[in-house]
């Protein structure tokens, strides 16, 4: 089956400090991807849909200026968490489709805990 | 009213039975509808998705979805204890093909 890959899987970081997530589509092309944040015993929240070559749609509520998107290749999108706070602490989860599967079946990236001291 | 309701539980089953996960959604545009397994600290695996009423199946797994009652549910036929995770209902909907909106997530636990 499809692969996607998120780096890091874990991330411990200061407060005030920006971390870098990254998700990439192993052996397949994703002109979309979708991040997520879980906290404990939460379900997951749409952050925002990474589009390839354009800029990213925000959910409501989202802050745009905290939660950079950048999808610059078929294959990588990353989200920068900037000037993070342990509020921001959480499961950061990603996903892509498969532009050749009609389905809008996603797969998920292994995820990447960030935690903020 | 949240987007999808899912039952939190925890449900407990034994060994062998069947275990019924059920699943509300409130916005009658939803088009697809899927059933995830997430185990703690990992990241969600697909089970099975459904866009048409009726029911569908695949192993041990039926999903049955009713559109009209804005209602999908997931059964599990002769659960094992590796069954026991929690399990989440998400929809897609909009004209962006994976927009998923998820549920809270139903905890199950079969026993041996």
């Known amino acids: 089956g499809a692969v996607v890959s998120q780096h890091p899987s874990r991330v411990i970081c200061k407060s005030g400090t920006s971390v870098k997530i990254e998700c990439r589509s192993l052996d397949f092309q994703a002109t979309t991807m979708f991040w997520y944040r879980q906290f404990p015993k939460q379900s997951l929240m749409l952050m925002a849909t990474?589009?390839?070559?354009?800029?990213?749609?925000?959910e409501q509520g989202v802050e745009k200026d905290k939660f950079l998107i950048n999808h610059a290749s078929l294959t990588l999108s990353t989200l920068t968490v900037t000037s993070a706070h342990p509020e921001d602490s959480s499961f950061y989860i990603c996903?892509?489709?498969?532009?050749?599967?009609?389905?809008?079946?996603?797969?998920f990236g292994e995820g990447s805990r960030l935690t903020v001291l | 009213q949240k987007e999808v309701e899912q039952n939190s539980g925890p449900l407990s089953v034994p060994e062998g039975a069947i275990a019924s996960l059920n699943c509300t959604y409130s916005?009658?545009?939803?088009?697809?509808f899927f059933w995830y397994r997430q185990y703690s600290g990992k990241s969600p695996e697909l089970i099975m998705f459904?866009?048409?009423?009726g029911d569908k199946e695949d192993g041990r797994f039926t999903a049955q979805l009713n559109k009209a009652s804005q209602y999908v549910s997931l059964l599990i036929r002769d659960s094992q204890p590796s069954d026991s995770a929690t399990y989440l209902c998400a929809v897609m909907r909009g004209s962006t093909l994976g927009r998923l909106y998820f549920g809270r997530g139903t905890q199950l636990t079969v026993w041996p």
């Open positions: 916005d009658r545009g939803s088009q697809s």
């Open positions: 459904i866009y048409s009423n």
């Open positions: 990474s589009n390839e070559g354009s800029k990213a749609t925000y």
């Open positions: 996903s892509a489709r498969d532009a050749q599967r009609g389905t809008g079946e996603l797969f």
